[in-house]
């Protein structure tokens, strides 16, 4: 087996495509990721390391890309909760799980006695931190994009109450959501849009108020912005 470190993040290796999945789903398992989902479809490995906001969890894809050389996995850790500052955490976070891939991919073939076949499966569906098969073995199914409605609606509701300044960010990551969701709904598009129509909204009002500060100062009022 050939094996070399592309960068921090991308690994390539020159075992067949399946079993690259398969070592991919036991690093991440190995790297404490959990419901960790293979999407055949997609060509991706999905997980997550938390499951609700509170945690302030990343959500992990390993994307594989098979080229003449061998096949590509390209590691990616982003935060859940969108905007926020983490300092490179995301960035190490990926490199470690790269480095628990990278030995999973050393130790070679796993037991397949727990493959298990699934539907529709959100990278962070399951609260408990595991999905409720109970299998020990690569889970198959198709991962959903993570769950972006509660910072989304977050974001909305300040900036159509008392922050206008936070509807600009509710209008992007709103959009940036369904996006991502495209067609699928991973369980909360509903509050995405509700979000993101408050973000429209709200921004649509801190434009206005802008508008009456700068005509207010240009006609020598005593403009009050918020």
Not at 98 to 110: I, M, T, Y
């Amino acid at each position: 087996m050939t094996l070399q470190r592309l960068s921090p993040t991308q690994i390539l290796t020159d075992v067949p495509l399946e079993a690259a999945r398969e070592a991919v789903w036991y690093g991440l398992r190995d790297a404490g990721v959990s419901n960790v989902v293979i999407d055949r479809d997609k060509n991706v490995v999905v997980g997550s390391t938390g499951a609700s906001l509170s945690t302030y969890g990343q959500n992990i894809t390993a994307t594989l890309v098979t080229r003449a050389e061998g096949v590509s996995i390209t590691l990616k850790s982003e935060a859940q909760v969108q905007g926020s500052i983490d300092f490179g955490k995301s960035k190490r976070h990926a490199k470690s799980v790269a480095d628990a891939v990278e030995n999973s991919l050393r130790q070679g073939e796993r037991p397949r006695e727990a493959v298990v076949e699934t539907g529709p499966l959100a990278p962070i569906a399951a609260p408990t931190g595991e999905l409720a098969t109970g299998a020990s073995g690569p889970i198959y199914g198709v991962a959903l994009p993570p769950k972006r409605g509660t910072v989304v609606l977050i974001y909305g509701l300040l900036g159509i109450s008392c922050c206008q300044i936070a509807a600009p960010f509710a209008w992007f990551y709103g959009s940036r959501a369904l996006r991502e969701y495209g067609v699928s709904d991973p369980g909360d598009k509903t509050i995405v849009r509700i979000g993101w129509v408050l973000g429209i909204l709200g921004t649509i009002v801190l434009v206005a108020r802008l508008g009456f500060y700068a005509y207010s100062f240009a006609t020598g009022g005593q403009p009050t912005l918020f």
